[in-house]
T-cell receptor, first 113, second 111 residues
């Protein structure tokens, strides 16, 4: 029973395409996040939703659009993919708004050719 | 083995030795810190946390030390095992909602 699950795990696509990554958590958490991890393993926050409301929106190109249909799901849609978008994208969730640990998914490795 | 100075990207340690991973954080107002472990091909996993009103916290084989004066955090792993090989991240809570991660230290355990 995976707590935070992401699909797909691997995604290879051409520049200019549009793709989506889905995330679901079965922990009953209120807050969900998207992080981007580059080739140097640096983890950078992108977005966060709390009960379907956007609370964190870092400086991310507007080609990236998160969508939270309910508090258990947070999807990431990326338009017009660029080479620099290649990375591992991690979804995470947390029970409350501000405190406690983040529970991470296994990651979705996106490769843009 | 120990990573010294602000941060070293890699640390090699002999199995059975103690490891010390260091981290310098940026925001003097940060009040909550977490150490995460990321094994190859997996997501980061929680190891231990500490609040700013403490300077030391112990878990199973791990100890986190917090020095707010110099904005320094360290993770000590006792009797390092091959399963401890991973990338270790410190993270600080910035503002109300955001957990900001450091660059990570890759720990390799030598048999």
């Amino acid at each position: 029973d995976t707590a935070v699950s992401q699909t797909p795990k691997y995604l290879v696509t051409q520049m200019g395409n549009d793709k989506s990554i889905k995330c679901e958590q079965n922990l009953g958490h209120d807050t969900m996040y998207w992080y981007k991890q580059d080739s140097k393993k640096f983890l950078k926050i992108m977005f966060s939703y709390n009960n379907k409301e956007l609370i964190i929106n870092e400086t991310v190109p507007n080609r990236f659009s998160p969508k939270s249909p309910d508090k258990a799901h947070l999807n990431l849609h990326i338009n017009s993919l660029e080479l620099g978008d290649s990375a591992v994208y991690f979804c995470a969730s947390r029970r409350g708004l501000a405190g406690g640990e983040l529970f991470f998914g296994e990651g979705s490795r996106l490769t843009v050719l | 083995g120990e990573s010294v100075g602000l941060h070293l990207p890699t640390l090699s340690v002999q199995e059975g030795d103690n490891s010390i991973i260091n981290c310098a954080y940026s925001n003097s107002a940060s009040d909550y810190f977490i150490w995460y472990k990321q094994e190859s091909g997996k997501g980061p996993q929680f190891i231990i946390d500490i609040r700013s009103n403490m300077d030391k916290r112990q878990g199973q084989r791990v100890t986190v030390l917090l020095n707010k004066t110099v904005k320094h955090l360290s993770l000590q792993i006792a009797a390092t095992q091959p399963g401890d090989s991973a990338v270790y991240f410190c993270a600080e809570r910035v503002g109300d909602y955001k957990l900001s991660f450091g660059a990570g230290t890759t720990v390799t355990v030598r048999a």
